[in-house]
């Protein structure tokens, strides 16, 4: 049975880093398209980052560029979301995707497999 699951989310003061990680089983993983959503109370979900299977071609949301990682390791079936100077505002619960569009130049779409979420919490 296909399942992800997500870790390292917690609450951390502004400026801090969190290092997100995304373990997946029963995927074919390295053939996969990878993401990292997020939604905060009130808001519509946000597409932080993919990469793409071959790890090529990576997308970062406006409002996490230069402060948030997005890697792969295919062998351990994982997905990483290194996040740096985390604002309050980055507050929201974070979900791994697989199996959707990702480019460099537009917005995740279309991921149909889902984790549970990891929730990031950071205080001013």
């Known amino acids: 049975q296909a399942r992800m699951v997500e870790s390292g989310g917690g609450l951390v003061q502004a400026g801090g880093s969190l290092r997100l990680s995304c373990t997946s089983s029963?995927?074919?993983?390295?053939?996969?398209?990878m993401g990292w959503f997020r939604r905060a109370p009130g808001k519509e979900r946000e597409g932080v980052s993919c990469?793409?299977?071959?790890?090529?071609?990576?997308y970062y949301a406006d409002s996490v560029k230069g402060r948030f990682t997005i890697s792969r390791d295919n062998a351990k079936k994982t997905l990483y979301l290194q996040m740096n100077s985390l604002k309050p505002e980055d507050t929201a619960m974070y979900y791994c995707a697989a199996g959707g569009h990702c480019s460099g130049s537009d917005p995740p779409r279309n991921f149909g497999f889902w984790g549970q979420g990891t929730q990031v919490n950071v205080s001013s």
């Open positions: 029963g995927l074919t993983f390295a053939d996969l398209n």
């Open positions: 990469i793409n299977w071959s790890g090529g071609s990576i």
